[in-house]
């Protein structure tokens, strides 16, 4: 039998989720990657030049060809790159998600709006258990898992590599029974 496979683009009431392309690379590391603030509480580095968000298109076309999905990026519908989310495969029935977006995007509602389109993909390819993990100082991001029904499981000491020297990696795991 098939692998069921993610949609490479999906529709939101005013988003675009979509697969990344090596052209969007220019526009990913300008619009968020590079900003340290933005990527403080990410797992992966602050991008310190265009050829670390070619290798995230590398990285994410391999997600794509080996699961059943990937990351995606988040446009408006007017095709402004706005950030990104995704899903990263631990299993055919378990996955982690998380989300990323440009500054002028915050707090506009974006990163609801596109998790809920992620858990509703996650639920398509037979996923049962969503994760997230999320820094106990990121109160804006636990809002959001929060209201797309995460349930905080564990607590977790983590490596961000964006935070100062000494600051804690401090972090909650979050869960969300999908299926």
């Known amino acids: 039998m098939a692998q069921l496979k993610a949609p490479e683009r999906l529709e939101t009431e ?9 052209v969007d690379a220019p526009e990913i590391y300008r619009r968020y990657a590079n900003d ?9 580095p602050c991008h310190t030049g265009v050829d670390a968000t070619y290798a995230f298109i590398q990285f994410s076309d391999a997600q794509w060809r080996d699961s ?6 988040i446009e408006s519908r007017s095709g402004l790159i706005l950030g990104g989310t995704g899903l990263e495969f631990a299993g055919a029935d378990q996955a982690t998600t998380g989300y990323v ?4 995007a915050w707090g506009l509602g974006y990163a609801t709006e596109a998790l809920r389109a992620i858990i ?3 639920r398509q390819l037979g996923v049962r258990e969503l994760q997230a993990t999320c ?3 990121h109160t804006a991001s636990q809002r959001v898992l ?3 029904g995460f349930s905080r499981k564990q607590d977790l000491v983590i490596a961000f590599p964006n935070l100062p020297p000494g600051e804690p990696g401090d972090a909650w795991l979050y869960e969300l029974v999908v299926a």
Do not use: M, N, Q
């Not at 005013?14 to 090596?22: F, H, I, K, M, S």
């Not at 059943?68 to 990026?73: F, I, R, S």
């Not at 977006?101 to 002028?104: G, N, P, Q, T, V």
């Open 14 to 22: 005013r988003l675009v989720l979509r697969r990344p392309a090596t």
């Open 36 to 44: 340290r603030e933005v990527t403080r509480y990410l797992s992966w």
């Open 68 to 73: 059943p999905g990937g990351p995606y990026l």
């Open 101 to 104: 977006l440009a500054r002028d």
């Open 120 to 122: 509703e993909v996650a």
């Open 135 to 137: 820094h106990i100082k």
């Open 146 to 148: 929060a209201k797309c």
